[in-house]
């Protein structure tokens, strides 16, 4: 098996694979009348989908690294999913979806199903970066285990993020804006974090001098270019600063948007 025929097959089936799921998705949360499903099916779909990306195909045997990349994203999708689907299933909808559909009125799901179309190319490029990585040559080594490192790290921070943002939530006098722990640090740290996952793939397998690794760069600079300039950053402090006014405002003059300053928020 050739380079170029996975290099087109992988990203082709992935994105048909994930376009059906979506269009499901958009049905559910029609339903459901919870736009925040659309997310628990993304991360699920992703994660089936770049967990075949890692393990075709088996010509030969599973390979150790084509196991350890499978587990990676595996555990990704599983943490995550888990995660949202808790979260939309217990509390109110997604700030985001609640601002489209204040935003675009009687079309919002017309719209919405247009929307989340350009989500199933994002999960084949993650798809054809998670197959690059898992078929690097050679044998396990440090490089596998930092990206293990990197990955552990990654969900710990996430899981943190989120529980400080949890307790922040149930405060009956809580003030206008989260900025303790890693909130005080960076705005969005669970977007960091869910960034830092991906950035495991390049730390396992990217050499500069093979250019099928150069594929492994992928995942983690489209994760960024979605977190901090698609459906993430802007999305959310659009709805922040209309919800808390100056409290945001000057929240966002004292906290890093993304990256996590190794100084604390000024008191």
């Given at each position: 098996?050739t380079?170029?025929?996975?290099?087109?097959?992988?990203?082709?089936?992935?994105w048909?694979?994930?376009?059906?799921?979506?269009v499901f998705?958009?049905?559910?949360?029609?339903?459901?009348?919870?736009?925040?499903?659309?997310?628990?099916?993304?991360?699920?779909?992703?994660g089936?989908?770049?967990?075949?990306?890692?393990?075709?195909?088996l010509?030969?045997?599973?390979?150790?690294?084509?196991a350890?990349?499978?587990?990676?994203?595996?555990?990704?999708?599983?943490?995550?999913?888990?995660?949202?689907?808790?979260?939309?299933?217990?509390?109110?909808?997604?700030?985001?979806?609640?601002?489209?559909?204040?935003?675009?009125?009687?079309t919002?799901?017309?719209?919405?199903?247009?929307?989340?179309?350009?989500?199933?190319?994002?999960?084949?490029?993650?798809?054809?970066?998670v197959?690059?990585?898992?078929?690097?040559?050679?044998?396990?080594?440090?490089?596998?285990?930092a990206?293990?490192l990197?990955?552990?790290?990654a969900?710990?921070?996430?899981?943190l993020?989120?529980?400080q943002?949890?307790?922040?939530?149930?405060?009956?006098?809580?003030?206008?804006?989260?900025?303790?722990?890693?909130?005080?640090?960076?705005r969005?740290?669970?977007?960091?974090?869910?960034?830092?996952?991906?950035?495991?793939?390049?730390?396992?397998?990217?050499?500069?001098?093979?250019?099928?690794?150069w594929?492994?760069l992928?995942?983690?600079?489209?994760?960024?270019l979605?977190?901090?300039?698609?459906?993430?950053?802007?999305?959310?402090?659009?709805?922040?600063?209309?919800?808390k006014?100056y409290?945001?405002?000057r929240?966002?003059?004292?906290?890093?948007?993304?990256f996590?300053?190794?100084?604390?928020?000024?008191?």
């Amino acid at each position: 098996m050739t380079a170029l025929p996975a290099a087109l097959i992988v990203p082709s089936a992935a994105w048909a694979a994930m376009t059906v799921v979506m269009v499901f998705a958009w049905l559910f949360q029609r339903r459901a009348g919870n736009g925040g499903w659309i997310d628990v099916f993304w991360t699920f779909g992703t994660g089936i989908t770049c967990f075949a990306a890692a393990l075709w195909p088996l010509e030969g045997g599973l390979t150790a690294r084509q196991a350890l990349v499978a587990f990676l994203v595996g555990l990704w999708s599983f943490r995550l999913g888990v995660y949202i689907a808790w979260r939309v299933a217990s509390s109110a909808e997604d700030v985001r979806y609640v601002e489209l559909k204040r935003a675009w009125g009687q079309t919002f799901q017309t719209r919405l199903l247009r929307f989340i179309l350009w989500q199933p190319p994002v999960s084949a490029l993650l798809a054809l970066s998670v197959h690059a990585a898992s078929h690097a040559a050679g044998s396990l080594g440090l490089r596998d285990l930092a990206g293990l490192l990197v990955l552990a790290i990654a969900i710990a921070g996430e899981t943190l993020a989120d529980e400080q943002m949890r307790r922040y939530r149930r405060l009956s006098d809580r003030p206008p804006v989260m900025d303790k722990g890693l909130w005080g640090r960076s705005r969005h740290p669970n977007y960091f974090f869910e960034w830092l996952t991906w950035m495991a793939l390049p730390i396992i397998a990217f050499l500069p001098l093979e250019p099928a690794t150069w594929l492994t760069l992928l995942a983690p600079a489209v994760m960024y270019l979605v977190l901090r300039y698609g459906t993430g950053v802007p999305m959310l402090e659009k709805s922040m600063l209309a919800r808390k006014g100056y409290a945001f405002q000057r929240y966002q003059q004292q906290v890093n948007v993304f990256f996590p300053s190794l100084r604390t928020r000024p008191t």
